[in-house]
């Protein structure tokens, strides 16, 4: 009978596909399943990493190639499994921690004229802040370590959690007025440092899920500079790089003064930026695709483990194989 990836998908978890940990276990043993049946294929480019030892163990009249295959294509539909999972539980807290909640204490303290305070906000209740991102961040990598998952696979993993946080935050910024202040600019920048700090701190930094939050970085940069001369119209185009023309006209027509001794962003000045962008060759699209995920690959990581040194438990009741 022959088996896909999709029925050992459903095999594998069953009903608990919606488990972070639960899938990251499956994840990581999928991946080094895959790796083994490259390191003992018998192929040439793999038995260079082996020791003479190991390539004694080498297959040599088994061809693994199509069950590489299955394997490779089941464990990229974990990793998407993963990812769902992982974007359902960061969810509910990306817009009250990084948007609502402040921060930085008492820089918005002045309600942005013109504008009533949101009584529905999560935030308003103390449910999520940044440190519940944060801590959550911390979860899955803590989890995703104890299961010893491959380091190249924990950078794309920790890549797509940046891109999801950056996403959902510029679009419901690019959604809500009362959002779009000099305060909140500030506010934005100050979570994003935080989260780059997160990086650091895991020895992520060059995982590429810093420059996921650029979007975001130069919306808030935009939030905060000034917007009145041609000179300030150069600048905005110059720094803003990683945003839409879309995505910058709407920041700049949303944008709300905090205060009486600021001015909106004046109908001239927004027809500027558009006529000095009006050649750009970009897509007119205003939000970000919030369900876009990165396409996955699987490295090759060869294991230095010998296999004449695995002991088998009793428990497993595989006493009828014999070791070679």
């Not at 906000?121 to 995703?144: C, K, N, P, V, W």
């Not at 679009?171 to 440092?193: A, E, H, P, T």
């Amino acid at each position: 009978m022959h088996t896909t990836a999709e029925d050992l998908n459903t095999y594998l978890w069953g009903k608990r596909g919606d488990d972070f940990e639960t899938v990251s276990f499956w994840l990581s043993n999928t991946c080094r399943f895959l790796h083994c049946l490259k390191q003992y294929s018998g192929d040439e480019a793999f038995m260079k990493h082996n020791t003479t030892r190991q390539n004694e163990h080498c297959l040599s009249n088994f061809d693994l190639a199509e069950y590489r295959q299955v394997i490779s294509d089941l464990a990229i539909q974990i990793y998407q499994q993963l990812i769902k999972c992982m974007e359902n539980i960061l969810q509910p807290s990306i817009v009250s921690g990084m948007l609502e909640h402040e921060t930085i204490q008492g820089v918005s303290g002045v309600k942005p004229t013109g504008l009533r305070k949101r009584t529905s906000s999560i935030a308003d209740e103390g449910t999520y802040t940044l440190d519940s991102i944060l801590r959550q961040l911390s979860a899955f990598h803590s989890t995703m370590c104890q299961h010893g998952t491959d380091p190249e696979l924990m950078k794309q993993v920790v890549k797509q959690q940046f891109y999801i946080i950056g996403a959902v935050t510029l679009n419901n910024l690019l959604l809500r007025k009362d959002m779009c202040s000099w305060s909140k600019g500030m506010q934005i920048r100050y979570n994003v440092s935080q989260l780059e700090e997160w990086l650091r701190d895991k020895g992520l930094m060059v995982c590429g899920a810093k420059e996921t939050l650029e979007p975001l970085i130069q919306a808030a940069q935009l939030l905060q500079v000034k917007k009145k001369t041609d000179e300030d119209a150069e600048a905005i185009c110059s720094m803003c790089l990683a945003l839409t023309t879309a995505q910058i006209v709407k920041v700049l027509n949303l944008y709300t003064p905090v205060n009486e001794f600021e001015e909106r962003v004046s109908v001239s000045f927004i027809r500027t930026i558009q006529t000095r962008l009006r050649d750009r060759c970009e897509s007119p699209q205003l939000l970000m695709d919030t369900k876009m995920i990165y396409p996955v690959t699987f490295p090759f990581s060869p294991s230095s483990l010998a296999l004449e040194t695995i002991q088998i438990p009793g428990s497993l009741n595989l006493a009828f194989l014999t070791r070679v």
